[in-house]
């Protein structure tokens, strides 16, 4: 596992492999997200759970992408031939950040189906006004959902306190 980057022997293989987790201590925390994971981020107020940047969300029922990136060799051969600006195009424009609680339950969501604030990056509350920073790479500009908003969704209101 830690002599090698190719994809045997690797992290990759042992997450995929119950009896080698076993005997080093590694176990999967959250499973079948609905998309590319960036950043994860915990809630700088109540360190009580998580915030998940997911950049790209996987389109149902099929997405060219989700399965050309699947393996590594697709995925560095295209990163190496086609600059990201490109290959962003051909994404899902949907903005998604997942709340997650420190046992890998989701506790909540926040969507974007529009597609105005995409390929978030990362997401987390300023711990002094509980305010949801947003972050992308791709944004021209810091994404702010203040908290009165939050507050307002459907079942965030105690999830904030």
């Known amino acids: 596992m830690f002599t090698s980057c190719a994809e045997n022997g690797t992290l990759y293989d042992t997450l995929h492999s119950p009896e080698r987790m076993d005997h080093i201590g590694l176990e999967i925390f959250l499973e079948s997200i609905p998309g590319y994971p960036d950043n994860i981020r915990i809630d700088k107020l109540t360190y009580d759970r ?8 996987s389109a149902q029922p099929f997405s060219l992408l989700y399965y050309l990136f699947q393996g590594n060799l697709f995925r560095h051969i295209i990163g190496r031939l086609v600059p990201m600006k490109y290959i962003e195009k051909f994404f899902p ?8 609680g420190l046992d890998g339950s ?12 995409i390929l978030i990056s990362e997401a987390q509350r300023h ?3 509980g305010d949801i920073w947003l972050g992308s790479h791709a944004m021209p500009y810091l994404g702010v959902l203040k908290k009165e908003y939050v507050e307002a969704i459907p079942g965030w209101g105690a999830l904030l306190e």
């Open 106 to 117: 989701v506790q909540a969501s926040l969507h974007d189906p529009k597609g105005n604030v």
């Open 50 to 57: 998580l915030y998940l940047g997911i950049a790209v969300k």
């Open 93 to 100: 424009k949907y903005g998604l950040v997942g709340v997650i």
């Open 127 to 129: 711990p002094l006004t």
